[in-house]
Nanobody, 116 residues
């Protein structure tokens, strides 16, 4: 199983970006997927989960600004981020959600910095 995030970098407040997560080594279309983030000196924070189709579940902290989507034909997960704030600065991770009853897989993470 391999997950790899891309699309981070430095962005201005109020801007938008889309992170991607390329998945391989498993039947992507069958697995729920999630996004997490970890800000400096803080623990991981759940952001969003998408089922194998198009149903998403977003954290209150980002609801209305961030949401997940996926392209099962391309084995790719996305996180659309809008109206960026400096407090969105974090390392963003994609992860499987319920891969097995006791194991999930995470990508290495991708840094997003929101600053003017």
């Amino acid at each position: 199983v391999k997950l790899e995030e891309a699309g981070g970098g430095m962005w201005q407040p109020g801007g938008s970006l889309r992170l991607s997560c390329a998945a391989s080594g498993f039947t992507f279309m069958a697995i729920y997927m999630s996004w997490f983030r970890q800000a400096p000196a803080k623990g991981p924070e759940w952001i969003s989960t998408i089922n194998s189709g198009t149903d998403t579940y977003d954290a209150d902290s980002v609801k209305g600004r961030f949401t997940s989507s996926r392209d099962n034909a391309r084995n790719t997960l996305y996180l659309q981020m809008t109206r960026l704030k400096p407090e969105d600065t974090a390392v963003y991770f994609c992860a499987t959600s319920g891969f097995t009853y006791d194991k999930d897989y995470w990508g290495p993470g991708n840094q997003v910095t929101v600053s003017s």
